[in-house]
């Protein structure tokens, strides 16, 4: 079983920056760090992806909508991924949830391990 815990959500303005952060700790493949990721929920809405990274860091995915304001990054010494947001929209208000599984393309499609979310409001 993995854990992932975010933090770092909160209510800012519009054009504001704020970063996500989410911890992952409990059984691990081998060795090997996970992909990890992204996704958000507005009210009425369906979950939807948002970012993504591989296990060595080296390569990301974003979704279109937040290519450009958004960087994923992580640190493997700490099992740690962030999420800066920076020029932030209303339409960015949502739960974030933080996601992990094996490989990018296995957390870019929502199958694998899921935090409990954490809350971005942004005000216009």
């Known amino acids: 079983q993995v854990q992932l815990v975010e933090s770092g959500g909160g209510l800012v303005q519009a054009g504001d920056s704020l970063r996500l952060s989410c911890a992952a700790s409990?059984?691990?493949?081998?060795?090997?760090?996970?992909?990890m990721g992204w996704f958000r929920q507005a009210p009425g809405a369906e979950r939807e992806f948002v970012a993504a990274?591989?296990?060595?860091?080296?390569?990301?995915q974003y979704a279109d909508s937040v290519k450009g304001r958004f960087t994923i990054s992580r640190d493997n010494a700490k099992n740690t991924i962030s999420l800066q947001m920076n020029s932030l929209k209303p339409e960015d208000a949502a739960v974030y949830y933080c996601?992990?599984?094996?490989?990018?393309?296995?957390?870019?499609?929502?199958?694998?391990?899921w935090g409990q979310g954490t809350q971005v409001t942004v005000s216009s």
């Open positions: 990274i591989s296990p060595s860091g080296i390569s990301t």
């Open positions: 996601a992990a599984a094996s490989s990018l393309p296995t957390v870019v499609d929502g199958r694998g391990y």
């Open positions: 409990g059984r691990t493949f081998g060795s090997y760090a996970m992909a």
